[in-house]
């Protein structure tokens, strides 16, 4: 049964940085798709960025783009976020998710979840 764990989340001003990990228990056939998503209370739950296994392509929401970067390191079943100038509404438990086939990076299209790790911007 595949696995994730995310870790890196944490308190932050805004303008600074963090980056967040997770890491698969194994990178099979389920796992062509790693997206990151985020949740706060009260809201629906986001995609904000994924990328694909097969073709190294990635997609970010506008929100972020240019303040965020994933990257995937298939040796170590890790992929991560960077995440540069937060800003107080990024604040959120952030999820990292896999999917079997290269998908839209939207939550219902994805299989296996992990528990999240609480991402906090404040001053």
């Known amino acids: 049964q595949l696995q994730l764990v995310e870790s890196g989340g944490g308190l932050v001003q805004p303008g600074g940085s963090l980056r967040l990990s997770c890491v698969a228990s194994?990178?099979?056939?389920?796992?062509?798709?790693i997206g990151w998503f985020r949740q706060a209370p009260g809201q629906e739950r986001e995609g904000i960025s994924c990328?694909?296994?097969?073709?190294?392509?990635?997609d970010y929401a506008d929100s972020v783009k240019g303040r965020f970067t994933i990257s995937r390191d298939n040796a170590q079943n890790t992929v991560y976020l960077q995440m540069n100038n937060l800003k107080p509404e990024d604040t959120a438990v952030y999820y990292c998710?896999?999917?079997?086939?290269?998908?839209?990076?939207?939550?219902?299209?994805?299989?296996?979840w992990g528990q999240g790790t609480q991402v906090t911007v404040s001053s």
């Open positions: 990328i694909s296994r097969t073709d190294g392509s990635t």
């Open positions: 194994e990178f099979t056939l389920d796992t062509d798709a």
């Open positions: 998710a896999a999917a079997g086939s290269v998908v839209p990076c939207v939550a219902y299209e994805y299989d296996y």
